[in-house]
């Protein structure tokens, strides 16, 4: 009998992690969840709030097989932080989870992030599931081993990498995220294909076109893009840097905003932001740079002025000058590291032997995201 879901084995290094994902699936994955988990003796079910329904339908599942110990977290940068982890600790250990028990992590990439981090810390080390839910977690930050949360001066400044046990994801779940946010969110799709695979464009672009219909073909892109980078460079120190494009911008944007502006739309701009600086500073071709202004035109960003223009300048050079690269490579002060394209599909070099990451002054940065906030999107 055909299996309701498919398999990938994603390579992280030396371990083989693997992705399950159907459509209309859930009772498969619950069980295939449980068999996986083998001898576990309860589950910490750290379920996203805006993804009650299918969280119960997946809780009800794993019952049927082992102990389920639910708990909910608001999917909001704001909670996305040390006290929240620290909660979710204090949680599973009251509710007298072991070694032998799992950490099972259900929403966006938020609660992704949060609930990781918990599983890295838990007793040193306990095992993961990912049920990722949007097409940022499902298609990007799953196909990575970052755990991490923010700090006060910005994002993703504390955390770990972990590589889970198992991920899953019944492509229904991401029915119910909002049609606005579920192109945004693919803006890591389409960062993932200007970095490093441009061949993949002529397929990305029809799944663009009716995003709900495509799911399992985007998932697939996405994997086939960034997962030979993550094999050969699990913790991201060379090569897979190459994903941080469009996230220095992006995540000041992100921080700023309060996350107010989703991390998919921050990444969009921050990549046309990137363009802007390679073509000041390195002669990127305006052909590439109308690549990535084709490419982010389908994914729903209206209103860039008004949205980018009233963010807190100051702030925003704050967060650039806070930005979690720092320390990769040579920086002077007054500088921040960036991904830069010299072409689309590949990168700018970093210094000899170090990764590809450039020294840009903030203020050029800065230039570029003004340009940006008031011209760029027009020119689409
Ligand atoms: N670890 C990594 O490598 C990595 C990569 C990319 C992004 N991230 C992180 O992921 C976060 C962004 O994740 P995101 O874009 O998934 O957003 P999110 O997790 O913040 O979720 C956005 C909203 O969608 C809701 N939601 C989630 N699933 C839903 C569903 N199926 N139906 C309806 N609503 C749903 C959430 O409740 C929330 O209100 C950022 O914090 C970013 O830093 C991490």
């Known amino acids: 009998m055909r299996s309701p879901y498919e398999e990938l084995g994603l390579a992280f290094g030396d371990a083989t992690v693997p992705y399950l994902y159907g459509t209309g699936c859930t009772p498969a994955l619950a069980e295939a969840i449980a068999d996986r988990l083998g001898d576990a003796d309860a589950i910490l079910f750290v379920a996203d709030d805006g993804v009650r329904g299918h969280a119960d339908a997946v809780a009800a599942g794993l019952r049927r097989r082992v102990r389920v110990e639910p708990v909910t977290v608001e999917a909001a940068e704001r909670h996305k932080t040390l ?53 940022v977690a499902a298609f990007d930050a799953t196909v990575s081993l970052k755990q991490g949360v923010n700090l006060s001066a910005g994002k993703n400044l504390a955390g770990t990498y972990f590589v889970p046990a198992l991920i899953a994801c019944d492509l229904a779940w991401l029915s119910t995220v909002p049609r606005h946010d579920l192109l945004t969110g693919l803006a890591e799709m389409v960062k993932n294909v200007l970095v490093a695979a441009p061949g993949l464009e002529s397929r990305l672009v029809p799944a663009l076109e009716d995003p709900g219909a495509a799911l ?115 920086c002077a002060p007054g500088e921040v590291l960036m991904v830069l394209l010299d072409t689309v599909g590949r990168a700018l070099p970093g210094p000899p032997g170090g990764p590809p990451l450039v020294p840009v002054p903030v203020e050029a940065v800065m230039e570029a995201f003004e340009t940006v906030a008031l011209n760029a999107l027009e020119a689409v």
Do not use: C, Q
């Open 216 to 330: 399992p073909s985007l998932l697939e892109i996405g994997v086939a893009a960034k997962a030979p980078f993550v094999a050969a460079d699990p913790r991201e120190r060379g090569g897979a840097l190459i994903f941080e494009y469009g996230h220095t911008a992006g995540h000041a944007i992100e921080f700023v905003s309060g996350g107010e502006i989703h991390h998919g739309e921050a990444v969009a701009w921050g990549m046309l932001i990137a363009a802007e600086v390679a073509r000041r500073r390195h002669g990127l071709a305006a052909d590439d740079v109308a690549a990535h202004h084709r490419l982010v035109a389908r994914l729903d960003l209206p209103d860039a002025a008004a949205r980018l223009g009233g963010l807190d300048r100051a702030a925003i050079r704050a967060a650039l000058a806070a930005d979690n690269k720092r320390g990769y490579g040579p």
């Open 83 to 135: 006290p929240t982890v620290h909660h979710l600790l204090e949680t599973a250990v009251a509710r007298g989870l072991t070694r032998r028990s799992a950490v099972v992590a259900m929403g966006g990439g938020t609660v992704g992030n949060i609930a990781g981090l918990a599983a890295a810390l838990l007793f040193r080390g306990t095992r993961l599931v990912h049920l990722p839910t949007t097409p």
